[in-house]
């Protein structure tokens, strides 16, 4: 079953457009770096994001999203709790960002 995990960004006043720039990069490099433990192969079924551009107004204080699709739970739950690239991006981007909001759901499923 699938899942979608969506991370809403909200940088600190602090950081730089480059610091957010390279930890939108990286980011988005966890595409290809997340390699599953038993597969030893990339096991993010895709990997969409960028800066917020919607004209409704209703983001702030979050500027970026990113969306990332999982082919099962597990693979999520690995990837939130064990997986090593990830890990070392949620400690890179800890000193950028202010906060940030997850939203996971498995689509159809209401």
């Known amino acids: 079953m699938t899942i979608i995990h969506i991370v809403l960004f909200e940088w600190k006043s602090t950081a730089t457009t480059e610091q957010i720039e390279e930890a939108c990069n990286q980011m988005q490099a966890l595409g290809n770096k ?8 990339p ?10 551009n919607s004209p409704e107004g209703q983001a702030e204080p979050y500027t970026h999203a990113f969306v990332v699709e999982f082919a099962s739970p597990e693979d999520r739950d690995y990837y939130v709790f064990k997986d090593p690239a990830h890990q070392e991006f ?5 000193g950028l960002a202010n906060g ?3 939203v996971d759901y498995e689509p159809g499923k209401i």
């Open 90 to 94: 949620v400690k890179f981007v800890g």
């Open 100 to 102: 940030a909001k997850v």
């Open 34 to 41: 997340c390699i599953h433990p038993t597969t030893q192969t």
């Open 43 to 52: 096991y993010i079924k895709s990997f969409s994001g960028g800066k917020n």
